[in-house]
């Protein structure tokens, strides 16, 4: 639906930094874990979650640290930087604004 | 859905801790798809095998987790590029994560052009410890960009530093050319010396140039940015008062003409290293390319 893939652009960062900000974690895994909690609403083509994370790497907001697993194996681990930490704060404020602003319009009813 | 043949033969065992795959092991399928994000992402060699490694392990989870749901391998191989959607879409939505450099590194890509036109606006290019100082930060930081993972403005000054190497051996041959005529093997030995060395040294300039082409064309171009100008200008000075005489020193609005042109294709190295689409890093190369010699038509 065009409706919802434009939300998911507008959205990605978001999601992003609020994964990353609750545990460091790798692109595969940051995949998985936005399908299993939005019970697969939000489906990506999974190569875009790399250039989000890069872009969001470039800019200073996570930082990408190459770390061994279990199996001896290595990925690439995302961290929330500082500057990423206020940014999701932001953005945290921004959404429970607006959807809160959303529901008022559109369901006053369930607003109490 | 699932195929008849297992996992095992690539490596990618069903086990969660299970041995994967090197990048040689993959399968072709998957190193194609790899390939072609490369090809259209245009990277400078560290960012690349950083990436190309990275989006190696997504692959190698992925088409683990495939064949333990029971997917073959050329099935799994299907299925995890499909995912990850077109390799050169990909491609070009990294290369744009990357082409545009910050603040800094636009005034480093435009800082060698700026001592050119600090060398000819203050009429320094007749100052040889200025020059020697010049060549000597041209080549430095050429090395030390080389040294770090060759960004985007390092083409900057590379253009430069190709330059500086071609002049001084120029005139270290002519001298001893000049030496070999005088003392042993008569005259005329410093043009049989400059005919070997330049067919030479174009001959390396265009190997250079062919394998930054195999990168990306637009960062030869780039790198080439000035050849034209002083080309152009070493033309229009001969034309006009001729290179001897403005050798001299007779020619100071020259001096400024060649000062401004290099003034416009630091602006222009600047807005190039900004830019993130390349049809504008293209328009911006093709713009100071004008531009230069619409100062060289006002000037000479």
């Given amino acids: 639906m065009r409706y919802g893939r434009e939300l998911l652009k507008g959205s990605t960062d978001h999601l992003l930094l609020s994964l990353i900000g609750q545990e460091p974690t790798y692109g595969y895994q940051l995949i998985k874990e936005i399908g299993k909690r939005s019970d697969g609403y939000f489906e990506f083509k999974e190569g875009t979650i790399y250039t989000a994370l890069h872009r969001l790497e470039k800019v200073g907001l996570i930082e990408g640290k190459w770390e061994r697993i279990p199996n001896g194996q290595e990925r690439r681990y995302y961290y929330l930087t500082k500057m990423g930490r206020s940014v999701l704060n932001e953005k945290r404020d921004e959404w429970r604004g607006f959807s809160a602003a959303v529901n008022l319009v559109t369901e006053p009813a369930n607003m109490g | ?300």
């Fill in chain 2, 1 to 300: 859905m699932a195929g008849l043949l297992g996992c095992s033969e690539f490596g990618y065992r069903t086990g969660k801790y299970g041995l994967r795959p090197g990048i040689n092991q993959m399968l072709p399928k998957l190193k194609q798809y790899l390939a072609r994000v490369k090809s259209s992402s245009k990277l400078d060699p560290t960012a690349e095998s950083e990436i190309v490694r990275e989006l190696q392990t997504h692959f190698e989870d992925e088409m683990g987790e495939l064949c333990q749901a029971g997917f073959s391998t050329t099935e799994a191989a299907d299925v995890a590029t499909k995912r990850f959607g077109a390799p050169e879409a990909l491609g070009r939505q990294i290369y744009e994560v990357y082409s545009k450099g910050t603040w800094s590194e636009a005034l480093l890509a435009a800082v060698p052009h700026f001592l050119l036109a600090l060398t000819f606006g203050l009429h320094l290019w007749r100052n040889n410890f200025w020059l020697f100082a010049t060549a000597l930060m041209v080549i430095s930081v050429t090395l030390y960009a080389w040294r770090h993972g060759r960004p985007s403005w390092f083409y900057s000054w590379l253009g430069y530093s190709l330059l500086t190497l071609f002049v001084i051996v120029f005139l270290v041959l002519l001298a001893v050319g000049q030496g070999l005529s005088r003392f042993m093997l008569g005259s005329g030995m410093q043009w049989v010396v400059m005919a070997v060395y330049v067919p030479v040294a174009l001959c390396w300039l265009g190997y250079i140039i062919v394998c930054i082409v195999r990168r990306d064309w637009i960062l030869a171009s780039f790198m080439m940015l000035p050849f034209p100008a002083i080309i152009v200008w070493l033309f229009a000075l001969e034309q006009g008062v001729g290179l001897a005489a403005y050798g001299k020193g007779g020619l100071q609005s020259g001096d400024q003409g060649v000062a401004f042109t290099f003034l416009a294709l630091g602006g222009a190295a600047g807005t190039f290293i900004r830019l993130r689409q390349r049809l504008f890093k293209i328009v911006a190369l093709t713009v100071a390319t004008l531009l230069v010699l619409a100062v060289v038509w006002r000037f000479a």
